[in-house]
């Protein structure tokens, strides 16, 4: 029998089980932090540890700060802060750092996740842009 992708995400666990697949095998890093202004890191996917080296289960619990580093462009992280107060959208590069602290291109883009107009968490997708 047929469906629709509708019936497939509102049926039971049934939009649980596409987003997981979706997250767990994106080229893109995914990074999902608490809806605090802290921003503590409660899930990253395998992509976000072959670009930057961090294994998924050390960073729950930290902030993506732990990217940034002396190279990282104040203004943008600035930006990203204004969206993170009104609620909003950001999209943006900086230099972040690996784990071994090889600098690198973050190409990212962080949105809210909403349930009503409660914001309940933020996503950010990730990837690496050409070399420096
Ligand atoms: C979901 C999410 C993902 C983030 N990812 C990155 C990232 O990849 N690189 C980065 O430099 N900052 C990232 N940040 C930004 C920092 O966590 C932090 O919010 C930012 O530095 C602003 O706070 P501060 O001004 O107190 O440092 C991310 C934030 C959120 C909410």
């Known amino acids: 029998m047929s469906t629709t992708f ?3 995400m509102n049926g039971a666990d049934g939009g649980l089980a ?6 767990e095998n994106s080229f893109d890093s995914v990074l999902i932090t608490d809806a605090s202004t802290e ?6 996917n395998k992509s976000f540890k072959k670009l930057t080296g961090h294994e998924p289960s050390e960073i729950i619990g930290k902030t993506p700060r ?3 580093g002396p190279g990282t ?3 943008v992280i600035e930006r990203l802060s ?4 009104t609620g909003g959208k950001f ?8 784990k071994d602290g090889t600098p ?3 190409f990212w883009r962080v949105l809210p996740i909403k349930v009503g107009k409660k914001i309940i968490a933020w996503v950010a997708i990730q990837r690496e842009g050409s070399a420096i």
């Open 39 to 44: 921003g503590k890191i409660i899930y990253a």
């Open 66 to 68: 732990i990217l940034q």
């Open 73 to 75: 462009d104040a203004k």
């Open 82 to 85: 204004v969206a993170l107060k």
């Open 18 to 23: 596409v987003l997981q697949v979706l997250a």
């Open 104 to 106: 690198f291109i973050m």
């Open 91 to 98: 999209e943006g590069k900086a230099i972040n750092y690996k």
């Open 6 to 8: 509708e019936k497939l």
